[in-house]
């Protein structure tokens, strides 16, 4: 009962936003909060749960941009249906590169998927027939949709917020599953001890293989929202090492394998980097970084995980 009525007043809150106002940069604010937050969470799959640090997770977010980008632009598809198929070309993409990375262990696989995801950048910044390399691609106009007999406002940030509240819920969702179902526990056993876990028997490679098709698949749709909300997308903006790196920085600062630490670390990093961005211009950076360490050093366990610790010492 108690769990249901948690669940459901995190419903709320989520949605609730484009009903309390109707500033526009609070909507984008709370948009860039969820779509962190959606990063955040497919990388915890992998990272958090199985203990697999990639740096490659922009090679995922990239190929679902593009894939929603191309599929609207020469084929018509709308960006809503090129998500979901954003997503599904992510997963084929992190097959070839999971049954080969995950040979490797340690800082050598994390190496390995920072080495893919820049080979990636550099096939889309040189494939111009299909990205149409640096220039990137553009939409000029979505394609109009009734909902309840009233067209959407694509102009307005509130059904782009419906849409990115969506799908971080249902990563959230998929978290939660996956923390109760048996690949959970085999990727928590492969984070403490993988050679432990392969003497009882666990497919150590087959269960990475798979957290990291389900961890793309979320990091694809995200990709796809970016595409659709800011109908832009080039090499540098969806390919950088620096996307890779602050997925990382989210999870570990909301708190690995929980269902609601990504979220908590969305929440501080990206409202931190925005008011700091306003007040210092680029010097904003160094007061991100100095939160990072801070938490990083005071709470390893995560600002979710500190509030867990407090609480059961309390109790």
């Known amino acids: 009962m108690r769990r249901a009525a948690a669940v459901a007043v995190v419903a709320v809150l989520m949605m609730a936003p484009p009903f309390l106002t109707s500033n526009q940069f609070l909507l984008h604010l709370a948009i860039t909060v969820l779509l962190w937050t959606l990063l955040g969470v497919s990388w915890n799959l992998l990272g958090g749960f199985a203990g697999q640090v990639s740096f490659g997770h922009a090679t995922f977010f990239g190929v679902g941009a593009y894939a929603t980008m191309i599929l609207y632009l020469r084929l018509g598809l709308a960006p809503w249906y090129g998500m979901a198929l954003g997503g599904a070309a992510a997963v084929l993409v992190s097959l070839p590169i999971g049954l080969i990375c995950f040979r490797l262990r340690g800082p050598y696989f994390s190496l ?47 059904p782009f917020y419906f849409i990115i509240a969506a799908l971080a819920a249902l990563a959230m969702l998929a978290t939660w599953r996956l923390s ?22 666990i497919d ?51 708190g690995l394998a929980t269902v609601i630490g990504p979220v908590i670390g969305a929440v501080f990093l990206t409202t931190l980097g925005e008011l700091f961005r306003e007040r210092f211009q680029v010097g904003h950076l160094i007061f ?21 610790r407090v609480w059961a010492v309390k109790r």
């Open 288 to 308: 991100y970084g100095l939160f990072m360490m801070l938490a990083i050093r005071y709470l390893p366990e995560g600002i979710w995980g500190g509030v867990r």
């Open 204 to 254: 150590t490679v087959r269960a990475k293989v798979l957290t990291l098709a389900l961890s793309a698949f979320f990091t694809g749709l995200a990709g796809g929202f970016y595409g659709l909300y800011f109908r832009y997308v080039d090499p540098d903006a969806v390919f950088p090492i620096a996307l890779s790196v602050e997925m990382v920085f989210i999870a570990v600062v909301g």
């Open 180 to 201: 109760r179902a048996r690949l959970g526990a085999y990727l928590l056993a492969i984070r403490e001890d993988e050679d432990a876990a392969e003497s009882v028997g």
């Open 112 to 158: 390995s998927t920072l080495a893919v995801a820049e080979i990636v950048r550099l096939i889309a910044l040189n494939w111009d027939a299909l990205t149409n390399g640096p220039v990137g691609l553009l939409i000029t106009a979505l394609p109009p949709v009734r909902l309840g007999g009233r067209a959407l406002d694509w102009e307005s940030k509130a």
